[in-house]
Nanobody, 124 residues
Framework: VQLQASGGGLVQAGGSLRLSCAASGRTFSGYAMGWFRQAPGKEREFVAAISWSGGSTLYADSVKGRFTISRDNAKNTVWLQMNSLKPEDTAVYYC??????????????????WGQGTLVTVSS
């Protein structure tokens, strides 16, 4: 599976962005998908994940209620809708695919495929 993340940019605090992750490969629909982020000087951290069917989601506490992950298996795409953005949300955002089981997990090492990242900058 190859993943291509897009949609990042510069936004003011309180604004919104929608990230997209386009996947290639016939088995996309069987994989759980996740979004992670890495701020300058910090480790990569979990943001959100979604099951293969889209019926189950998982969020980091820091984004719960503000971010929404969704997917469309027919379009091989996963989205991350980010609302009420804060300066601390500034990071490079990565999408990832977990081929092992189809449930959402927060553990970085569980993910097998990674996109190249898209930069989100939130100004105060």
């Amino acid at each position: 599976v190859q993943l291509q993340a897009s949609g990042g940019g510069l936004v003011q605090a309180g604004g919104s962005l929608r990230l997209s992750c386009a996947a290639s490969g016939r088995t996309f629909s069987g994989y759980a998908m996740g979004w992670f982020r890495q701020a300058p000087g910090k480790e990569r951290e979990f943001v959100a994940a979604i099951s293969w069917s889209g019926g189950s989601t998982l969020y980091a506490d820091s984004v719960k209620g503000r971010f929404t992950i969704s997917r469309d298996n027919a379009k091989n795409t996963v989205w991350l809708q980010m609302n009420s953005l804060k300066p601390e949300d500034t990071a490079v955002y990565y999408c990832a695919a977990d081929r092992t089981i189809g449930v959402p997990v927060a553990t970085l090492s569980r993910y097998d495929y990674w996109g190249q990242g898209t930069l989100v900058t939130v100004s105060s």
